[in-house]
Nanobody
Framework: QVELAESGGGLAQPGGSLRLSCGFLGNMFSMHIMGWYRQAPGKERELVALINPGGGTTYVDSVKGRFTISRDIPKNTVYLQMNSLKPEDTAVYYC??????????????WGQGTQVTVSS
């Protein structure tokens, strides 16, 4: 059983920065693929960034060069550093965890989401 809790959302101006955090409560944090997803009003949830147990990362094209996903294994925490924010980054951001041991979308763990609003 895994529980995830996001924090760090809020209001930022275009060009500004925010850092999201996701605390992982459960076992074997280091053996999970951790991801950040987002869902804007009227749109489907989309993948933003992933970090795998080996430390490899993946980003959606729209955030490459602006967002950075990272993790602190001793703290069981994954971060999303968001720089050069744009209004189109406005969404609810969700943390996701998938075990490398037989994990699948149906067994994924999700946080409750944190709102990010980019507006002047």
């Amino acid at each position: 059983q895994v529980e995830l809790a996001e924090s760090g959302g809020g209001l930022a101006q275009p060009g500004g920065s925010l850092r999201l955090s996701c605390g992982f409560l459960g076992n074997m944090f280091s053996m999970h693929i951790m991801g950040w997803y987002r869902q804007a009003p009227g749109k489907e949830r989309e993948l933003v960034a992933l970090i795998n147990p080996g430390g490899g990362t993946t980003y959606v094209d729209s955030v490459k060069g602006r967002f950075t996903i990272s993790r602190d294994i001793p703290k069981n925490t994954v971060y999303l550093q968001m720089n050069s924010l744009k209004p189109e980054d406005t969404a609810v951001y969700y943390c996701n965890a998938r075990s490398v041991f037989g994990g699948s979308p149906s067994s994924d763990s999700w946080g409750q989401g944190t709102q990010v609003t980019v507006s002047s």
